[in-house]
């Protein structure tokens, strides 16, 4: 069981910088999600994804923040010109989109601005 | 949008059954979940409930639903410290999770 794996663990970056992250899901859910969680709040959905196709953005993903999945396996989320506000865990996660469909989630990428 | 909400802490002794509350305002979700969420990890899920079930139960798991008050519970049978962590209810129909409560268990 590969689980979802997310990299890197953590990313300190300098405001101003660019930061991408970078997500593997499991490899037969069709299904992938980002959600950002800051200390002592629940995860709060960034974007989905069902294969390559981007279904739904919150309004939290302001136009600094693109998320992509060219070949519908792999997703990829750039913050550009960091803020201090967006220091926070960055958490993935994958479905199947059948049945049930729990998210499974990854361990996600911390994120420093200093 | 949604309101889902939990409260912040609970304590209970090792031993002890732990109830974990969740209350939320839309109620169009088909399934509820219950994840579990250790520091520096990210969230696993725990159990889940169909919409049309009043309760579930699973090993020292039971949800109970309660679609009239809008209220879902996780109580934990015979808590012990390895189940110390943040616990959320989630509605992921509408990809919300609660705000989350935070179990310490003392021996």
């Given at each position: 069981d590969t689980g979802v794996s997310q990299d890197p663990r953590h990313k300190i970056t300098k405001r101003g910088q660019n930061v991408t992250f970078r997500c593997d899901p499991i490899s037969e859910h069709?299904?992938?999600?980002?959600?950002?969680?800051?200390?002592?709040?629940?995860?709060?959905?960034?974007?989905?994804?069902?294969?390559?196709a981007q279904l739904e953005k919150s309004r939290l993903l302001s136009d600094r923040f693109s998320a992509e999945r060219p070949k519908g396996s792999f997703s990829t989320l750039e913050i550009q010109r960091t803020e201090q506000g967006d220091s926070a865990m960055y958490l993935c996660a994958s479905s199947p989109n059948t049945g049930v469909s729990p998210l499974h989630f990854g361990n996600g990428t911390r994120l420093t601005v200093t | 949008g949604e309101d889902v909400e939990q409260s912040l802490f609970l304590s209970v002794r090792e031993g002890d059954s732990s109830v974990i509350n969740c209350t939320y305002t839309d109620s169009s979700s088909t399934y509820l979940y219950w994840y579990k969420q250790e520091p520096g990890a990210g969230l696993q899920l725990l159990t889940y409930i169909f919409?049309?079930?009043?309760?579930?139960?699973?090993?020292?798991?039971?949800?109970?639903?309660?679609?009239?008050?809008?209220?879902?519970?996780?109580?934990?049978?015979?808590?012990?410290?390895?189940?110390?962590?943040?616990?959320?209810?989630?509605?992921?129909?509408?990809?919300?999770?609660?705000?989350?409560?935070?179990?310490?268990?003392?021996?």
């Open positions: 069709n299904r992938l999600y980002w959600y950002r969680q800051t200390l002592g709040q629940g995860p709060e959905f960034l974007t989905y994804f069902q294969n390559e | 919409s049309n079930m009043d309760m579930k139960q699973d090993q020292r798991l039971t949800v109970l639903l309660n679609k009239k008050d809008k209220h879902l519970s996780l109580r934990i049978a015979d808590t012990q410290t390895g189940d110390s962590a943040i616990y959320f209810c989630a509605f992921t129909d509408k990809l919300i999770f609660g705000t989350g409560t935070r179990l310490q268990v003392f021996p």
